[in-house]
């Protein structure tokens, strides 16, 4: 398999190359042709990737910074971009938070600017995808991925497909808070249904019993995991599920922004603080690979920091780094003939399947062709999204409003429309107001003048 990866000069690409050495992934991937349009970075990764200790030999690995070239002749892309960097992500916080309100890069404000941002070059990808490699997939984690992914549909169809890595860890540290620890690549017994960053695990029986309302009395159970201390076991019991790490800034929306104010600088700055200075160390240090590593811990240890303001450590299992790679490659394998997997993926709701209409919407009350994060079955065909039950009333109205505002966002884009922008952010639960709405776009247009490109 050639595995293109748009963003190769990503800080987490060294991830993806390690599980291609060794592990059940070693082997699947011959060529991995790295595409950036930032030679310093695809220069600091590379040096990355050939001082990582291996105990098997990788795939070969190839640099390039035209898109047509490392497109030809490519099986699967994998696309993690960031348009704007680091510091564009700064902006996306401060914004907000000047305004008063939540500053978080995929949700709220600083989602649908991001949104803004990525959806037109991830269309000028898939665009190029289908001149020159027709019959690739396109695996999307660039963010907000839903909604991106939402926004190829239109050009790729099933051949793109969303993925993230919180809706499959939250399964997995479930299973084993409960005492049943589910086998990777399974999802047997699972009840999920959301959008990306938005979702709730609703049913967990990998026997046929269901042991969520188990763990959900069980606070020893709850405090051994992420979400069980983050959103604590009075709150858990009331939903009568475990919801999304990302729900947290919905459920505990001043707490989680006053956390922000009173940090010495946002998530955003912090991360671009340390790569500005870690890029051009990996490229003249004499041990790139441990550099790149350290720093891989201690921005691990700061996710989601504003969230634990009880001082409390990520789990030892999340620090080791990697996840989202996992779900990469298993979508790959099982696309190019290695068998089923279950993952949960964000796919549209009801997809057309090749031999007939439409198959029944996987999560009922939500639009046929909506991008939805379900679990699903990958098999060479593509990705199939698995029916769950209806959800209850107030998470159903959550996810239809936010797919509102994912659906005036992605307009606002394909057809110039930046009314329908300042209505996205206006409609946003978290911002709530139109006055603010017009405010954000404008905030964002000086930060991002190729914004205003949009409405032309």
């Known amino acids: 398999m050639r595995l293109m990866i748009a963003g190769g000069g990503g800080f987490r690409v060294p991830l993806v190359y390690r599980a291609l050495c060794e592990g059940p992934f070693a082997g699947l991937v011959h ?3 790295l595409f950036d349009v930032d030679e310093l970075r695809l220069a600091a990764i590379e040096a990355v990737l050939r001082d990582m200790p291996a105990d098997g030999s990788g795939p070969v690995v190839v640099v390039s910074t035209d898109l047509g070239q490392a497109l030809t002749g490519t099986d699967m892309v ?8 680091t510091a564009g992500r700064i902006s996306d916080e401060q914004i907000p938070l000047r305004l008063g309100l939540l500053g978080q890069e995929t949700t709220g404000a600083g989602g649908i600017s991001y949104a803004l941002r990525s959806i037109p070059r991830m269309r ?3 665009e190029a995808m289908r001149e020159h490699c027709p019959e690739a997939w396109l695996i999307n984690f660039t963010n907000p991925a839903g909604m991106v992914t939402e926004a190829l549909v239109p050009v790729l169809g099933r051949r793109v497909m969303g993925i993230c890595d919180s809706a499959g860890g939250l399964v997995q540290r479930a299973a084993r808070a409960a005492g049943a620890p589910l086998q990777e690549g399974r999802l047997d017994g699972v009840g999920y249904y959301g959008l990306n960053h938005l979702g709730w695990l609703y049913r967990l029986a990998p026997d046929g019993r269901d042991l969520l309302p188990a763990l959900l009395s069980d606070h020893g159970a709850l405090e051994s995991m992420e979400e069980g201390r983050l959103f604590g076991q009075h709150t858990l019991l009331h939903l009568g599920c475990l919801p999304n790490e990302y729900l947290y800034y919905y459920y505990q ?9 009173q940090q010495q600088q946002t998530r955003g700055a912090s991360i671009h603080d340390q790569q500005q200075s870690l890029y051009p160390s990996l490229l003249q240090g004499s041990h790139p690979y441990r550099l790149w590593d350290d720093a891989r811990r201690s921005r691990e240890e700061g996710y989601l920091a504003e969230a634990r303001i009880h001082g409390e450590q990520r789990d030892e299992s999340d620090l080791a780094g990697g996840g989202y790679e996992r779900v990469a490659l298993s979508v790959m394998r099982a696309l190019s003939g290695g068998g089923t997997a279950h993952l949960i993926l ?5 997809p057309v399947s ?8 996987a999560v009922p009350g939500l639009p046929a062709d909506a991008v939805v994060e379900v679990p699903c079955e990958v098999t060479p065909d593509g990705a199939l999204p698995l029916a769950q039950d209806r959800p209850d009333g107030q998470f159903l109205t959550l996810m239809q409003h936010i797919k509102e505002v994912e659906r005036l966002t992605i307009r606002a884009v394909v057809s110039g429309e930046r009314e329908a922008a300042v209505q996205a952010f206006a409609a946003h639960p978290l911002v709530g107001s139109l006055l603010l709405g017009r405010q954000l776009l404008e905030g964002y247009e000086v930060a991002f003048p190729e914004l205003t490109q949009l409405w032309a």
Not at 78 to 85: E, K, L, M, V, W
Not at 354 to 361: C, D, F, H, R, W
């Open 78 to 85: 994998f696309a993690a971009i960031r348009p704007g960097g």
């Open 346 to 350: 964000n796919v549209p709701n009801s």
């Open 253 to 261: 929306t001043s707490q989680a922004t006053e956390a922000i104010r």
């Open 124 to 126: 000028e990808l898939a």
């Open 31 to 33: 060529e991995l042709v």
């Open 354 to 361: 090749l031999a007939g209409p439409a198959a029944e919407a």
